[in-house]
């Protein structure tokens, strides 16, 4: 069975910084690409950030660019979403998932939330 279990998600404050982590198995986790999406409430699923199997290859929706950093440990079957310098619009509800061509992708999170507030 395909698991997806992640953490970290908080209420910060603008400015603030965050680590999401996910931690993944029941897959050969060094194998796939994976991808961080989200969902701000009354949006639909926003795609962030993906990372190629080999942990080089990163990609970042233009929004977050220079602020978020996606990583990889294939020891540990997991990925990570650094996120620095948070905006209010970066709340919604984020989620892991396997990266593949279909959108939305059918694998991912249970989701963890991401408040920025003041």
């Known amino acids: 069975e395909v698991r997806l279990v992640e953490s970290g998600g908080a209420l910060v404050q603008p400015g603030g910084s965050l680590r999401l982590s996910c931690r993944t198995s029941?897959?050969?986790?060094?194998?796939?690409?994976m991808m961080w999406v989200r969902q701000a409430p009354g949006k639909g699923l926003e795609w962030v950030a993906s990372i190629k199997s080999g942990g080089w290859g990163e990609s970042y929706t233009e929004a977050v660019k220079g602020r978020f950093t996606i990583s990889r440990d294939n020891a540990w079957g997991t990925v990570f979403l650094q996120m620095t310098n948070l905006k209010p619009e970066d709340s919604a509800v984020y989620y892991c998932?396997?990266?593949?061509?279909?959108?939305?992708?059918?694998?991912r999170s249970q989701g963890t939330q991401v408040t920025v507030s003041s």
């Open positions: 029941g897959f050969v986790f060094n194998e796939a690409g």
């Open positions: 998932a396997i990266a593949g061509a279909d959108w939305p992708p059918p694998i």
